[in-house]
Protein backbone atom coordinates (compact mmCIF):
# COMPACT_ATOMS: atom_id res chain seq x y z
CA UNK A 1 0.00 0.00 0.00
CA UNK A 2 1.87 3.28 -1.06
CA UNK A 3 -0.67 5.42 0.80
CA UNK A 4 0.53 3.83 4.57
CA UNK A 5 4.68 4.09 2.75
CA UNK A 6 4.10 7.77 2.01
CA UNK A 7 2.11 7.90 5.48
CA UNK A 8 5.19 6.71 7.56
CA UNK A 9 7.73 8.97 5.19
CA UNK A 10 5.24 11.89 6.43
CA UNK A 11 5.83 10.87 9.55
CA UNK A 12 9.61 10.09 9.51
CA UNK A 13 9.81 13.99 8.23
CA UNK A 14 7.72 14.94 10.39
CA UNK A 15 10.17 13.47 13.03
CA UNK A 16 13.58 14.77 11.26
CA UNK A 17 12.26 18.24 10.89
CA UNK A 18 11.47 18.14 14.72
CA UNK A 19 14.98 16.86 15.58
CA UNK A 20 16.23 19.83 13.34
CA UNK A 21 14.71 22.28 14.75
CA UNK A 22 15.43 21.31 18.71
CA UNK A 23 19.15 20.57 17.52
CA UNK A 24 19.42 24.46 15.93
CA UNK A 25 17.88 25.83 19.19
CA UNK A 26 19.85 24.20 21.22
CA UNK A 27 22.96 25.12 19.18
CA UNK A 28 22.17 29.01 20.09
CA UNK A 29 22.41 28.20 23.80
CA UNK A 30 26.03 28.08 23.96
CA UNK A 31 26.77 31.18 22.16
CA UNK A 32 25.08 32.56 24.77
CA UNK A 33 26.61 31.07 27.35
CA UNK A 34 29.73 32.18 26.01
CA UNK A 35 28.84 35.82 25.49
CA UNK A 36 27.63 35.28 29.36
CA UNK A 37 31.06 33.95 30.33
CA UNK A 38 32.62 36.63 28.19
CA UNK A 39 31.29 39.92 30.22
CA UNK A 40 32.01 37.90 33.38
CA UNK A 41 35.79 37.69 32.53
CA UNK A 42 36.14 41.45 31.25
CA UNK A 43 34.03 42.26 34.66
CA UNK A 44 36.73 40.41 36.32
CA UNK A 45 39.94 41.48 34.38
CA UNK A 46 38.50 45.25 35.01
CA UNK A 47 38.53 44.39 38.63
CA UNK A 48 41.89 42.67 38.75
CA UNK A 49 43.44 45.54 36.52
CA UNK A 50 42.13 47.90 39.46
CA UNK A 51 43.19 46.07 42.36
CA UNK A 52 46.87 45.93 40.50
CA UNK A 53 46.74 49.84 40.47
CA UNK A 54 45.65 49.83 44.04
CA UNK A 55 48.61 47.76 45.13
CA UNK A 56 50.78 49.70 43.20
CA UNK A 57 49.64 53.27 44.67
CA UNK A 58 50.27 51.83 48.18
CA UNK A 59 53.90 50.73 47.28
CA UNK A 60 54.25 54.09 45.70
CA UNK A 61 52.93 55.72 49.10
CA UNK A 62 54.82 53.71 51.82
CA UNK A 63 58.36 54.69 49.08
CA UNK A 64 56.85 58.62 49.56
CA UNK A 65 56.37 58.26 52.84
CA UNK A 66 59.52 56.60 53.67
CA UNK A 67 61.47 59.20 51.48
CA UNK A 68 59.37 62.40 53.28
CA UNK A 69 60.55 60.57 57.13
CA UNK A 70 64.63 59.87 55.70
CA UNK A 71 64.23 63.68 54.42
CA UNK A 72 62.53 65.76 57.25
CA UNK A 73 65.16 63.28 59.24
CA UNK A 74 68.15 64.93 57.31
CA UNK A 75 66.61 68.49 57.80
CA UNK A 76 66.15 68.17 61.44
CA UNK A 77 69.79 67.20 62.04
CA UNK A 78 71.07 69.51 59.57
CA UNK A 79 69.40 72.62 60.95
CA UNK A 80 70.70 71.60 64.33
CA UNK A 81 74.54 71.62 62.92
CA UNK A 82 74.08 74.76 61.39
CA UNK A 83 73.39 76.65 64.73
CA UNK A 84 76.88 75.75 65.31
CA UNK A 85 78.60 76.07 62.27
CA UNK A 86 81.42 78.50 62.73
CA UNK A 87 82.50 80.25 58.95
CA UNK A 88 80.08 81.54 56.72
CA UNK A 89 81.43 79.35 53.95
CA UNK A 90 80.51 76.47 55.83
CA UNK A 91 77.26 77.80 56.79
CA UNK A 92 76.47 78.56 53.35
CA UNK A 93 77.12 75.05 51.94
CA UNK A 94 74.80 73.44 54.40
CA UNK A 95 72.19 76.13 53.90
CA UNK A 96 72.00 74.98 50.06
CA UNK A 97 71.69 71.16 50.94
CA UNK A 98 69.12 72.14 53.51
CA UNK A 99 67.15 73.92 50.83
CA UNK A 100 67.94 71.03 48.29
CA UNK A 101 66.31 68.53 50.91
CA UNK A 102 63.88 70.95 52.05
CA UNK A 103 62.32 71.10 48.82
CA UNK A 104 62.39 67.43 48.32
CA UNK A 105 60.54 66.78 51.11
CA UNK A 106 58.00 69.28 49.82
CA UNK A 107 57.24 67.34 46.43
CA UNK A 108 57.43 63.98 48.47
CA UNK A 109 54.81 65.35 50.13
CA UNK A 110 52.87 66.45 47.69
CA UNK A 111 53.08 63.45 45.67
CA UNK A 112 52.13 61.52 48.48
CA UNK A 113 49.09 63.97 48.59
CA UNK A 114 48.26 63.17 45.01
CA UNK A 115 48.53 59.30 45.22
CA UNK A 116 46.30 59.45 48.01
CA UNK A 117 43.85 61.79 46.35
CA UNK A 118 44.42 58.93 43.36
CA UNK A 119 44.19 55.69 46.12
CA UNK A 120 40.74 57.23 47.06
CA UNK A 121 39.63 56.95 43.20
CA UNK A 122 41.01 53.89 42.97
CA UNK A 123 39.01 52.37 45.94
CA UNK A 124 35.85 53.87 44.70
CA UNK A 125 36.08 52.37 41.31
CA UNK A 126 37.42 48.58 42.39
CA UNK A 127 34.40 49.11 44.96
CA UNK A 128 32.26 49.75 41.51
CA UNK A 129 33.55 46.80 39.58
CA UNK A 130 33.42 44.47 42.32
CA UNK A 131 29.19 44.93 42.03
CA UNK A 132 29.56 44.63 38.55
CA UNK A 133 31.55 41.34 38.86
CA UNK A 134 29.46 39.70 41.39
CA UNK A 135 25.98 41.06 39.34
CA UNK A 136 28.08 39.35 36.14
CA UNK A 137 28.65 36.22 38.46
CA UNK A 138 25.29 36.05 39.38
CA UNK A 139 23.51 36.33 35.99
CA UNK A 140 26.34 33.62 34.40
CA UNK A 141 24.98 31.34 37.63
CA UNK A 142 21.47 31.97 36.60
CA UNK A 143 21.22 31.60 33.05
CA UNK A 144 24.31 28.59 33.36
CA UNK A 145 21.50 27.18 35.17
CA UNK A 146 18.43 27.78 32.51
CA UNK A 147 20.52 27.04 30.01
CA UNK A 148 21.68 23.58 31.16
CA UNK A 149 17.75 22.71 32.15
CA UNK A 150 16.97 23.61 28.74
CA UNK A 151 19.91 21.34 26.92
CA UNK A 152 19.02 18.68 29.13
CA UNK A 153 14.69 19.37 28.19
CA UNK A 154 15.83 19.29 24.27
CA UNK A 155 18.18 16.37 24.32
CA UNK A 156 15.17 14.71 26.32
CA UNK A 157 13.28 15.50 23.28
CA UNK A 158 15.29 14.59 21.07
CA UNK A 159 15.88 10.89 22.50
CA UNK A 160 12.33 10.39 22.16
CA UNK A 161 12.07 11.30 18.87
CA UNK A 162 15.29 9.53 17.74
CA UNK A 163 12.84 6.31 19.46
CA UNK A 164 9.98 7.16 17.30
CA UNK A 165 11.84 7.69 14.22
CA UNK A 166 13.52 4.26 14.73
CA UNK A 167 10.27 3.10 15.21
CA UNK A 168 9.05 4.69 11.38
CA UNK A 169 12.07 3.08 10.00
CA UNK A 170 11.16 0.07 11.19
CA UNK A 171 7.82 0.43 9.43
CA UNK A 172 9.45 1.77 5.67
CA UNK A 173 11.26 -0.55 3.09
CA UNK A 174 15.15 -0.51 3.69
CA UNK A 175 15.08 0.72 -0.34
CA UNK A 176 12.79 3.40 0.75
CA UNK A 177 14.58 5.00 3.65
CA UNK A 178 17.97 4.56 1.77
CA UNK A 179 16.06 7.19 -0.63
CA UNK A 180 14.73 8.97 1.55
CA UNK A 181 17.86 9.90 3.10
CA UNK A 182 19.65 10.72 0.09
CA UNK A 183 16.84 13.32 -0.56
CA UNK A 184 16.93 14.60 2.77
CA UNK A 185 20.85 15.23 2.39
CA UNK A 186 20.81 16.90 -0.67
CA UNK A 187 17.00 19.00 -0.23
CA UNK A 188 18.03 20.68 3.15
CA UNK A 189 16.18 18.18 5.09
CA UNK A 190 13.03 18.22 3.44
CA UNK A 191 12.26 15.08 1.32
CA UNK A 192 8.86 14.47 1.73
CA UNK A 193 7.00 17.66 -0.04
CA UNK A 194 2.81 18.11 -0.35
CA UNK A 195 1.14 18.90 -3.41
CA UNK A 196 -1.02 21.90 -3.26
CA UNK A 197 -3.17 22.96 -6.80
CA UNK A 198 -0.65 21.18 -8.62
CA UNK A 199 2.31 22.99 -7.46
CA UNK A 200 4.82 20.87 -5.37
CA UNK A 201 5.26 22.31 -2.21
CA UNK A 202 9.00 21.39 -1.87
CA UNK A 203 10.01 23.49 -4.94
CA UNK A 204 7.26 25.81 -5.94
CA UNK A 205 7.45 23.90 -9.53
CA UNK A 206 4.32 22.73 -10.79
CA UNK A 207 3.70 18.87 -11.84
CA UNK A 208 2.26 17.75 -14.75
CA UNK A 209 -1.40 17.17 -14.43
CA UNK A 210 -1.24 13.32 -15.04
CA UNK A 211 0.66 13.05 -12.29
CA UNK A 212 -1.63 14.92 -10.43
CA UNK A 213 -4.12 12.36 -10.99
CA UNK A 214 -1.74 9.63 -10.27
CA UNK A 215 -0.82 10.83 -7.07
CA UNK A 216 -4.99 11.86 -6.03
CA UNK A 217 -5.43 7.73 -6.57
CA UNK A 218 -2.07 7.16 -4.60
CA UNK A 219 -1.51 4.25 -6.75
CA UNK A 220 2.13 4.53 -6.18
CA UNK A 221 4.72 6.69 -4.94
CA UNK A 222 5.75 9.35 -6.46
CA UNK A 223 8.25 11.71 -6.42
CA UNK A 224 8.60 15.73 -7.99
CA UNK A 225 10.18 16.11 -11.51
CA UNK A 226 11.47 18.90 -10.35
CA UNK A 227 13.11 18.51 -6.87
CA UNK A 228 12.70 14.95 -6.15
CA UNK A 229 11.24 14.85 -3.27
CA UNK A 230 8.78 12.37 -2.01
CA UNK A 231 4.91 14.39 -3.12
CA UNK A 232 1.61 13.54 -1.38
CA UNK A 233 -1.76 15.32 -2.59
CA UNK A 234 -2.26 17.88 0.15
CA UNK A 235 -5.25 16.67 2.20
CA UNK A 236 -8.58 18.44 1.47
CA UNK A 237 -10.27 19.50 5.02
CA UNK A 238 -11.52 16.55 7.21
CA UNK A 239 -14.59 15.72 4.99
CA UNK A 240 -17.96 16.38 7.28
CA UNK A 241 -19.05 12.86 8.68
CA UNK A 242 -21.86 11.81 6.62
CA UNK A 243 -24.97 12.11 9.03
CA UNK A 244 -26.53 8.83 9.28
ZN1 LIG B 1 9.37 19.68 -6.19
Given at each position: MSQDKLKTLEELQNIDLQIRDLAAAAEKHPQRLKQIENQKNSAKSQLDGLRGKLAENERARRQQTEMHGLEQEKVRKWETRLAELKTPREYAALARELDIAKKTNETASLELKRLLGEYEELKKSAAAAEVTLSEKEAVSAREGQEIGALLTAAQEQIKALEVQRAEAVAKCEHGLVAKYERIRKQRGGVAVAAVVGGTC????MNIPPHMANLLRTGAEIQTCPSCYRFIYAA?????VAAEV
Open positions: KGCQREQAP
